[in-house]
């Protein structure tokens, strides 16, 4: 089945240690995305990336990191910079189109800092 | 810059009543308009879409929604609300360079 893998379920980080979050997809897109959600604010880009090798900065990217080395690989590393990282991370994956198209969700990643 | 507004944080409706979400969006063009559906601790399913076209379209689980474009609205509604409709519900405006601008959610409580 195609779909978006999001790993691990839940991630518990210590202060001043970096994680990262895995995203790998099978639907052959070209587009991947990284949400941050918190609760009564909605979800808000971190970083996305519309080809292999080449990503831009969401709007809150400050304290993440990414690499996109493959296509169906996305992983987004949460440093040590990043003040308040308890969170729940969705990754995205769509088509690149000249207008928009629907975003395909991961189940999502649960960090929280202890 | 585009926006979306969900006026109501929360909603509790009765089940077996009708439903309808708000949803008001800021955007200078002709806007990609989505709403999304999130059950606890789960990712996102995309409900319905709106593109071009007719201003109402239909989606999954009987749902629908209304483009107005003079209102900046895509109202999502529900004749008759099931207890497994309850979930957070978003609704996202299309940002151009395929990203997506979502609105704060609002979560859907079924009383029965």
């Known amino acids: 089945d195609g779909g978006i893998t999001q790993s691990p379920k839940y991630l518990f980080r210590k202060e001043g240690q970096n994680v990262t979050l895995s995203c790998e997809q099978n639907?052959?897109?070209?587009?991947m995305y990284w949400y941050r959600q918190d609760p009564g604010q909605g979800l808000r880009l971190i970083y996305y990336?519309?080809?292999?090798?080449?990503?831009q900065k969401g709007d809150i990217a400050e304290g993440y990191s990414v690499s996109r080395e493959k296509k169906e690989s996305f992983p987004l590393t949460v440093t040590s910079a990043q003040k308040n990282p308890t969170a729940f991370y969705l990754c995205?994956?769509?088509?690149?189109?000249?207008?928009?198209?629907?975003?395909?969700f991961g189940q999502g990643t649960r960090l929280t800092v202890v | 810059a585009q926006s979306v507004t969900q006026p109501d944080i929360h909603i509790t409706v009765s089940e077996g009543a009708s439903l309808e979400l708000r949803c008001n969006y800021s955007?200078?063009?002709?806007?990609?308009l989505f709403w999304y559906v999130q059950s606890p601790g789960q990712g996102l399913q995309l409900l319905l879409k709106?593109?071009?076209?007719?201003?109402l379209v239909q989606g999954i689980k009987g749902f629908e929604a209304e483009f107005k474009r003079s209102q900046s609205s895509f109202n999502l509604r529900k004749p008759s609300v099931h207890w497994s409709d309850a979930a957070e519900y978003f609704c996202?405006?299309?940002?151009?360079?395929?990203?997506?601008?979502f609105g704060a959610g609002t979560i859907l409580r079924v009383k029965s």
């Open positions: 995205a994956s769509s088509i690149v189109s000249t207008g928009n198209t629907e975003a395909f």
């Open positions: 639907l052959n897109h070209d587009a």
């Open positions: 990336s519309q080809i292999v090798n080449d990503f």
């Open positions: 955007y200078g063009a002709t806007p990609y």
């Open positions: 709106y593109f071009s076209g007719d201003t």
């Open positions: 996202a405006v299309g940002a151009g360079g395929n990203k997506l601008v």
